[in-house]
């Protein structure tokens, strides 16, 4: 086998000398991992001595021990329940007791009420409504009321900053304006509501003693499936107060990982669904810079997702579950209430099921040609659903803990580029890149990491405490890697991590 041989030059400070060392390439065979991917490309290049390869983050012993309480038996219960309305479509009977959405909204009020009372008062409970017109068109015979069921807890430390888990109670059949069919709803999205009420009943004698430091909200939403009015009147409602929404985990049909075409790794394993620049509401020429310069992939839905990976990976022995982060808004040709939050400039992402099976969704239940449509309980493993929502609850209690995401992470155009006249200092035309952000007065905060990836990654690889400064130089290209800082706080809980955008040196004194 042929050994090829070069000689390259490797930077060990900024204006230091370059240091001559030898590389000897070895052609190495292709392998596979576990997943079936080949492990082969890019991705760990390039080389780098700066920082440390991020590890995933830990979790302490009392957050662990709160996704282990996640109960199949009361999430089965609570699927029960809502299957038995008969149908929960948004504009089906509100006078019925056991029949329609009116009787499963007070229901779930009632039971909000009794899961949030260990809660000593922390945990508020309240049903906002608004009237929807007629939209005949979109599933809306008739004028209805839509009635949003949440918990809100205020945080101690930053109220304002806001956390929201929702999940749509509302169900529908093949015609979306039939409002009186029978109409499970099971999977689609009784699975979403029960992981809330288990995330209510083991919060409540947590927040109790010991309230998160931001605010969270678990809201069960209505008209889902209608045109997502329920999520959308409680975002621009949040929107409307200047409510610092960071995250919206949306959890719609996260029932099953035993669809086909089946593999056991699909039962240990969710998606999350990450819009990119397209769902982003910043103004059109820093969306432009950001796909110009490459960083159309770190949006903040994404860096969320990347967030909620991370946090789980680093505690998989306890959810038994993999996250799969995809860049896409949703699946194909589908939405979903997230897309309220991320109209609203919120970060926002979808957790769904690994393979959805289309027999058991949007149909009328029956048996046609031997083949049973509906979507039942039946189909919905209580097991899965709970390590769901174990995903949920690490991640939600995690992030309302930590520090808050960094603002105005910037790097420098004058720096590592190319010369402007013959007077620019030999320091600026060095490949490398000097960052810079805001330092905050956040109580919780310790420090700050830089992290960073290749191109060709999908996570972070490598990590660099800067302290509390406000600013730093790496001896790394701005065209071979992707930027982020994040904040760590005095207990090691860490934030998303936020992108950088360019500017020049000027703006910063």
């Known amino acids: 086998m042929a050994v090829l041989r070069f000689t390259f030059c490797l930077l060990g400070a900024v204006h230091h000398a370059w240091a001559q060392s030898t590389y000897t390439f070895t052609p190495s065979e292709i392998t596979f991992g576990a997943n079936g991917f080949a492990n082969w490309g890019a991705g760990t290049w390039p080389p780098s001595s700066v920082g440390e390869p991020l590890v995933p983050q830990s979790t302490d012993p009392e957050t662990l021990s709160l996704p282990q309480q996640m109960d199949p038996n009361r999430i089965e219960s609570t699927i029960q329940t809502l299957v038995n309305f008969g149908t929960r479509h948004t504009a089906s009977d509100t006078t019925s007791p056991t029949r329609g959405i009116g009787a499963a909204r007070q229901w779930l009020m009632n039971e909000m009420t009794e899961l949030a009372k260990p809660s000593n008062g922390a945990m508020k409970v309240s049903m906002p409504c608004y009237l929807q017109p007629a939209s ?200 979903g209430d997230h897309e309220s939050f991320l109209s609203a400039g919120f970060p926002a992402v979808r957790f769904t099921e690994p393979q959805e099976d289309f027999y058991h969704q949007h149909q009328d239940p029956r048996v046609q040609d031997n083949v049973t449509y509906g979507d039942e309980i039946e189909y919905v493993d209580f097991e899965y659903t709970a390590r769901v929502g174990k995903v949920n609850l690490l991640s939600l209690w995690s992030i309302a803990n930590a520090p808050a995401t960094p603002q105005n992470f910037t790097y420098d155009t004058e720096i590592g580029f190319l010369a402007s006249s013959l007077d620019d200092p030999p320091s600026n035309l060095e490949n490398v890149i000097k960052l810079y952000w805001d330092v905050e007065a956040d109580p919780l905060l310790d420090h700050y990491e830089i992290v960073w990836r290749p191109m060709s990654s999908q996570q972070w690889t490598h990590t660099l405490n800067v302290g509390l400064a406000n600013t730093t130089l790496l001896p790394i290209s701005k065209d071979n890697a992707v930027f982020g800082l994040r904040a760590v706080g005095k207990d090691g809980k860490k934030s998303p991590a936020t992108y950088a955008l360019a500017v020049a040196s000027q703006y910063f004194g």
């Open 136 to 335: 005949p068109a979109h599933g809306m015979p008739i004028t209805a009321q839509v009635c949003n069921v949440q918990v809100e807890v205020t945080g101690a430390v930053d109220p304002n900053r806001t956390y929201v888990y929702t999940g749509h109670y509302d169900s529908r059949r093949l015609n979306n304006s039939d409002n009186t069919g029978y109409a499970p709803g099971a999977d689609d999205n009784a699975s979403a509501v029960s992981i809330a009420f288990e995330m209510i009943r083991i919060l409540a004698p947590v927040v109790g003693n010991t309230p998160p430091a931001a605010s969270i909200i678990i809201a069960a939403v209505a008209g889902e499936e209608q045109g997502l009015y329920g999520s959308n009147f409680l975002a621009q409602t949040l929107k409307n107060a200047s409510v610092n929404v960071q995250a919206n985990f949306n959890n719609d049909i996260v029932g099953s990982g035993s669809n086909a075409p089946f593999s056991p790794q699909n039962q240990h394993t969710i998606r999350i669904f990450g819009a990119g620049t397209d769902y982003l509401t910043i103004n059109a020429s820093l969306v432009k810079e950001i796909i110009t310069t490459g960083y159309q992939d770190d949006t903040p839905s994404r860096h969320l997702g990347r967030f909620i990976q991370e946090i789980n990976a680093g505690a998989s022995n306890v959810t038994e579950m993999d996250v799969a982060l995809i860049y896409k808004p949703d699946r194909f040709f589908r939405g």
